[in-house]
Nanobody, 120 residues
Framework: QVQVVESGGDLVQPGGSLNISCVVSGSFVSLGAVAWYRQALGKQRDLVAALGSRETTDFITVPKGRFTIFRDSAKNTVYLEMNNLRPEDTAVYYC??????????????WGQGTQVTVSS
């Protein structure tokens, strides 16, 4: 069974930095495109950053330079590096990833989310 688990969320001060991660475990053939979304309290879930299966950054909604998405394929892990955090970045951050469960059979997975709070 495949599991997708985010971690690293924390309380940070404005201007601070934080790295959150998304680890995929279990039995699968390969990983495809991945994205980070965030959902603030009472708001819809929004796309933050996406990375194609060939490690090209396809789409970033947060201004480039503050957030960076990257993956470590050997560890089946995707990271979101966040710098110069602002109170409006406060949200639950979710990992979404395409996983080839069996040869030719792809499925879309969500993690359970990790809370990032930016406050003084």
């Amino acid at each position: 069974q495949v599991q997708v688990v985010e971690s690293g969320g924390d309380l940070v001060q404005p201007g601070g930095s934080l790295n959150i991660s998304c680890v995929v475990s279990g039995s699968f053939v390969s990983l495809g495109a991945v994205a980070w979304y965030r959902q603030a309290l009472g708001k819809q879930r929004d796309l933050v950053a996406a990375l194609g299966s060939r490690e090209t950054t396809d789409f970033i909604t947060v201004p480039k330079g503050r957030f960076t998405i990257f993956r470590d394929s050997a560890k089946n892990t995707v990271y979101l590096e966040m710098n110069n955090l602002r109170p409006e970045d406060t949200a639950v951050y979710y990992c979404n990833i395409q996983i080839q469960e069996h040869l030719g059979n792809w499925a879309n997975y969500w993690g359970q989310g990790t809370q990032v709070t930016v406050s003084s």
